[in-house]
């Protein structure tokens, strides 16, 4: 729902542009599939009515793995990374030839390991890296950065407006949230988080306390869940708003 001159406006402020990313999966009995997108965008649309930030199509379609459950009667949706990589990279190189140079990625999906990287997220940030590289040697052509222009690349990699910066690949929760409310899946965190984000996404009407890891959903609450929301809004505007790429 966006116009021509929306899409130019937006590209000359330099507004984000934010890709919802999660995967369709099997959440216990009492939480529907799309838990990991539906709260990033949830979140977004709250962001979005306090900052200037485009909301791209959210994409949930990602690297769920079958780790939880096998999809047969279960629903969960398994996309090899390799095939998300060349999804992703074409995505970004048609973004960076529209003219956007503030892409930020959020994902939600096994986001606790997002230091070292999973499926999902090492997929969305190769194809990231491979996309600058190749954007850049087009454009500019081989030894781009050993000329004479890119001199002061090193202090703007401190500022954060390198080219390298045009695309960001965020978790969800950041490491210090995560520290207060530890993720798991469908248990009292992430059923907190959909009652705070989603909550006609949730009924504990269907729970049942057959799978070990979606136990302690019982223990879930709505304030429990409004607390980490709090947190996670102020860190993804934070991340947001630092950004600056030129």
């Known amino acids: ?40 965008i949830k979140a977004l649309e709250i962001i979005e009515k306090e900052m200037d930030i485009v909301i791209c199509p959210p994409f949930y379609y990602g690297s769920a793995s079958y780790a939880v459950e096998p999809p047969e009667n279960n629903g969960t949706i398994h996309i090899p990374p390799k095939t998300l990589y060349l999804f992703a990279k074409d995505l970004f190189i048609s973004m960076l030839r529209i003219g956007i140079r503030n892409i930020h ?32 040697e087009k454009e500019r052509g081989e030894g781009w950065w050993g000329n004479e222009k890119m001199k002061d690349y090193y202090s703007m990699h401190d500022k954060g407006v390198d080219p390298f910066s045009w695309i960001k690949i965020h978790p969800f929760m950041d490491e210090e949230t995560q520290k207060k409310f530890a993720i798991d899946h469908a248990g009292k965190q992430e059923t907190s988080l959909m009652l705070a984000f989603c909550p006609e996404g949730v009924d504990m009407k269907r729970f049942t306390e057959k799978k070990w890891y979606s136990k302690e959903a019982k223990e879930a609450t709505s304030e429990y869940g409004l607390a980490a929301k709090k947190i996670i809004l102020k860190s993804m505007k934070e991340r947001l708003k630092n950004e600056r790429c030129l």
Not at 108 to 114: A, G, I, L, P, R
Not at 127 to 134: P, Q, S, V, Y
């Open 1 to 40: 729902m966006m116009f021509a001159d929306d899409l130019r406006k937006a590209i000359k402020k330099n507004i984000p542009f934010v890709i919802p990313v999660g995967v369709i999966e099997y959440h216990s009995e009492h939480c529907v599939f799309g838990v990991d997108t539906l709260v990033i």
């Open 105 to 136: 990625v959020f994902i939600h999906h096994q986001s606790e390991n997002f230091v070292a990287g999973m499926p999902t997220d090492l997929a969305f940030k190769l194809a990231a890296r491979e996309t600058i590289f190749e954007y850049l």
